[in-house]
């Protein structure tokens, strides 16, 4: 695959993250001023909810992808240290979100959100880093500095920034993921 | 002891369709990326790294050298890499080495202990945050107040990554307004290497005799700058 289109796919998928959170947000804090949101909240909950599940495992599935790409394929970004960290959050979730989908195990959720929640802090301290490159340090590791941009999309979306991208999807997916209505049970 | 809650199954007809939206706007995505990133690679530009000469050079050895005194005229050897947590940097007496190689626009520029001329070398990186900060602050300082006469203000350009921010080095360099001499260190840093340089920015401070008098790394003040062009007027 180009590296180029790789990069935009990513982005893409990250900015869909970023609308998916957005709306969920704006659902959830419409939903405490009027009923008629709250009526579409739970609607959407009653769709989304038993899926949530699987669904945060992909995500999570294909940020791990993402990361292995761009450091082990054709850009062969180097990762930075707080590039490590976070990918010490993502990778687990493949495994914890994915057993958990498979044996619809709604319990595992406390864990994914604990891993995506210090995945998720990790990120916008790697972004603050990026912004503001004194705050760790006044110079550059000529190897790789955590405040060196690989990939700057569209102006803001940065590595760290399609990361934090990723978390939140996965922290949403798991506040709406609800058991399926007694009848679709096994 | 309670057992585990239970979602879902996936195959219900509503989390099918669910499924299958998600995969339609996938693929879109995918189709999306590969129409618009067509041709959006970035190009190398020429002449933004260099061939560099290191060393091969008649100078005296100071005393953190280690050359062999007995031939009267020695090759001066590479700084040691620079250490910001050392008190004592055992580069400083020890002579530069000399690099040659060219400027931006294919112009010859030498690096040397010998010319008799104090300088500031400063090297920067492109894409560092850092050196984003420090060339137009300098710049900006060194409008209001120019170099002395007895010291030069040169420039390395070194560690070019095609693609990355800033690139090239030459339009970056151009846009701030940065004047100084601005030597093209080659695609393995050699020139970098051989000052010893750790991190960017980087700041080598030298003697009329060509000793270092001292490194720094990281951003400087003006004021820290103005000090480091007094400690190489001596």
Wanted: proline content about 6%.
């Amino acid at each position: 695959m180009d590296k180029d289109v790789a990069i935009l796919f990513f982005a893409l998928l990250a900015t869909l993250a970023q609308a998916v959170v957005v709306a969920a947000a704006v659902l959830w804090l419409g939903s405490k001023a009027s009923t008629r949101v709250d009526r579409v909240k739970q609607s959407v909950l009653a769709a989304v909810g038993p899926q949530a599940l699987a669904m945060a495992a992909v995500v999570a599935t294909v940020c791990t992808l993402g990361s292995l790409y761009l450091s082990e394929a054709d850009p062969r970004f180097l990762p930075c240290r707080l590039c490590w960290f976070q990918r010490t959050a993502m990778y687990p979730l493949v495994v914890v979100l994915g057993v958990a989908a498979a044996r619809r195990d709604l319990g595992a959720r406390l864990t994914g959100a604990i891993l995506a929640g210090i995945g998720a802090c990790t990120s916008i301290w790697h972004l603050l880093v990026e912004q503001y490159p004194n705050l760790e340090s006044s110079s550059c590791d000529p190897n790789n500095p955590c405040s060196f941009k690989w990939v700057d999309q569209w102006g803001y979306l940065t590595i760290p920034g399609m990361a934090l991208s990723g978390f939140a999807l996965i922290l949403v997916l798991l506040a709406a993921a609800r058991p399926a209505p007694l009848e679709e049970q096994p | 002891m309670t057992s585990p809650k239970k979602a879902g199954p996936p195959s219900s007809s509503n989390g099918a369709a669910i499924w299958i939206g998600v995969g339609a706007v996938i693929v879109v995505l995918g189709l999306v990326a590969v129409f618009f990133a067509r041709g959006s690679g970035s190009d190398v530009v020429e002449g933004q790294t260099g061939t560099v000469a290191v060393g091969d050079s008649s100078t005296t050895m100071g005393d953190g050298g280690t050359g062999d005194t007995a031939s009267g005229s020695e090759t001066s050897a590479s700084l040691p890499v620079y250490d910001a947590t050392v008190n004592d940097d055992p580069a400083v007496g020890m002579t530069i080495p000399t690099v040659t190689g060219k400027d931006f626009d294919g112009n010859d520029i030498t690096i040397s202990g010998d010319d008799g001329q104090a300088k500031v070398i400063l090297f920067v990186a492109h894409w560092c945050p850092h050196c984003q900060r420090e060339v137009p602050l300098l710049k900006g300082h060194l409008d209001d107040n120019p170099m002395p006469d007895d010291v030069e203000l040169l420039t390395v350009s070194t560690s070019v990554k095609p693609g990355a921010d800033n690139y090239p080095p030459q339009k970056w360099l151009e846009g701030v307004g940065w004047s100084a001499p601005v030597l093209a260190d080659d695609e393995g840093s050699s020139v970098a290497q051989a000052y010893g340089l750790s991190a960017f920015p980087y700041f080598v401070v030298v003697d009329g005799d060509g000793k270092v008098v001292e490194r720094a790394s990281g951003e400087l003040t003006t004021e820290q700058f103005d000090d480091a062009v007094a400690a190489a007027q001596g």
